[in-house]
């Protein structure tokens, strides 16, 4: 039997992995992660914010340029038509990285394994039963048995839905991302740039690629037909600086199709579990807070958890669930203020919702088919 089971292998499940080992080397922890790590991801920056929790986790010498390059700072065409330096915009002082998201995490995931930790790949929860205080959770070929159960299986919150727990949408974001394969030296920078039904995003990968996204809100992506590759190539057309960077290069044709919506779970933990990262709540990748957010709030998962069942403490799960709800206010309060920055569009339906959410109503079938766009990907 295993004291904690985490659902999950991305960097908030490693990384709760990793500090429940290093901090209560006693605990018998497994990471479950559905994935073999080789499937290609819309690559992500981490910001220079993030490097202290690397250290903490021991990772940050492994940093190493086959999984990521360095992240020399964002320019922006947003409020106006030219392209302007800022450190604004994904909290982006200092140099970060550039990552190549599944050799991350599946660096993370090796060092949980070297901190005593199992991790199993390709497994599957497909469901959960507690009893006299112990998880039997059913596997997609075996069961298991756990005193305590961390859900870090990301925006799908698997294991805290089957709790009865459920997700506030502000909104429905998506993000609709392409690769592009470059043979001569690329723009270091990330590059966003504003448009009419959303945002562009674009940062270079390793190994001489670059992600370009544009993020809109799911029923306005099904009106531009944004899953097919000739409306999205259209669509790049029409931007002024982001089509520039990927001219005469390759574009790979594998679509990446992922919600990037603001979610929260109604609670993050409950009789045996607690939600982590994702799972927990999501934010609008403007905030720059994804990758950085889901690390800190595995090692703080990490600590709730172990204090409940190493020290029986009567408050750490409480702890642990207002510095959620900390961060949660303190992102709505700068959400809008992102978003107000932008003016030249405001009456138009993705900006009037983030600006004046009053004036035109979320679209809840939207809602509805984010899981649709991804689920067709």
């Known amino acids: 039997m295993f004291d904690v089971a985490i659902i999950g292998g991305g960097p908030a499940g490693c990384g709760a992995a990793i500090a429940l080992q290093q901090t209560f080397p ?20 981490l910001p220079p914010m993030a490097r202290s929790l690397l250290e903490h986790l ?30 604004y ?16 995490d599946a660096m993370l995931a090796n060092q949980a394994a070297t901190c005593g930790a199992e991790v199993w790949r390709n497994r599957v929860l497909q469901g959960a039963e507690r009893s006299d205080g112990i998880w039997q959770l059913q596997m997609s070929d075996f069961g298991i048995e756990a005193r305590w159960v961390i859900d870090a299986t990301g925006r799908n919150a698997v294991f805290a839905r089957m709790q009865g727990a459920r997700f506030n949408s502000l909104d429905s974001l998506m993000a609709f991302s392409r690769l592009f394969q470059h043979d001569d030296e690329m723009e270091a920078r990330t590059i966003v740039e504003a448009c009419t039904y959303g945002w562009w995003y674009s940062a270079p990968l390793p ?16 009106g531009l037909h944004l ?11 029409c931007t002024t600086h982001v089509q520039t960077l990927v001219a005469d290069t390759v574009m790979q044709p594998a679509p990446l199709v992922r ?28 905030s720059g807070q994804g990758i950085t957010h889901a690390l800190r709030s595995g090692i703080l998962a990490a600590f709730a958890v172990g204090d409940t069942l190493c020290h029986n403490s009567s408050i750490a799960l409480e702890r642990y669930a207002a510095i959620q ?28 919702r983030r600006q004046d959410p009053a004036a035109v109503p979320l679209d809840t079938q939207a809602l509805d088919d984010i899981g649709a766009l991804e689920g067709t990907h």
């Open 227 to 237: 899953s097919d590759s000739s409306a999205w190539r259209r669509a790049l057309q």
């Open 325 to 352: 709800q900390k961060q949660r206010v303190s992102f709505a309060q700068t959400h809008r203020e992102h978003y107000s920055r932008e003016q030249r569009w405001s009456k138009e339906p993705f900006w009037a």
């Open 89 to 104: 915009f994904f909290r982006a002082t200092g140099e970060g990285w550039h990552l190549e998201r599944n050799r991350f």
């Open 207 to 222: 190994g001489q690629r670059r992600v370009v996204s544009i993020l809109t809100d799911a029923d306005l992506g099904r």
């Open 58 to 87: 021991g990772v940050l010498g492994q940093m190493s340029a086959e999984l990521c390059g360095s992240a020399r700072g964002v320019a922006h065409a947003w409020g106006g038509p030219r392209l302007e330096e800022s450190n």
């Open 259 to 286: 919600s990037a919506a603001t979610v929260a779970l109604d609670r993050v933990y409950g009789d045996g579990w607690l939600a982590t990262g994702d799972a927990s709540c999501a934010f609008d990748p403007l």
């Open 26 to 45: 006693s605990l018998r922890v497994l990471a479950v992660e559905a994935s073999d790590y080789s499937r290609q991801r819309a690559g992500e920056v």
